[in-house]
């Protein structure tokens, strides 16, 4: 199954300028999804990260992985209504730098899920290197509008 840009942002709550996935390429819903990320010289961050070389901020990256997962699980029609939400970030790795002009290929499985708090493995690459990995915990809660 493949996502653009609009499909994606109706399954997560994330706009501009923070969602940072421009297409899911590969979908196993609850299970697993692999996103693109077209990394421009545009993007915001790179006004001060850093000016004479910019670099996508690790924390993006990770953020990047976290939405690519995020799709996996809330495209189940049960989480509907529901936001995923960080719960923590183990083994995070930092590989090779980002820079504008590179596609980013973010992969995310879901390894384990109870009672709303998953796991999840996550790596970025850019070419077939690997530029990020991380083990990404989450939770998955109700929306409120408080």
Do not use: W
């Amino acid at each position: 199954m493949v996502m653009n840009v609009e499909q994606i942002m109706a399954v997560i709550p994330h706009r501009y300028p923070f969602l940072l996935i421009d297409r899911i390429i590969e979908l196993e819903p609850g299970v697993r999804a692999v996103a693109l990320k077209q990394v421009t010289i545009n993007e915001p961050f790179f006004q001060g990260h850093f000016p004479d070389y910019p670099i996508m901020p690790g924390v993006l990256i990770i953020e990047a992985l976290a939405q690519t997962g995020a799709v996996a699980g809330m495209v189940l029609p049960e989480n509907q209504g529901k936001i995923a939400l960080f719960a923590g970030i183990e083994n995070a790795r930092f590989r090779k730098p980002v820079v504008p002009g590179d596609s980013l290929r973010l992969e995310v499985t879901i390894t384990a899920m109870k009672r709303g708090i998953g796991k999840a493995t996550a790596t970025a690459t850019v070419d077939g290197a690997l530029a990020c990995e991380a083990m990404l915990t989450f939770a998955l809660v109700a929306r409120t509008n408080s």
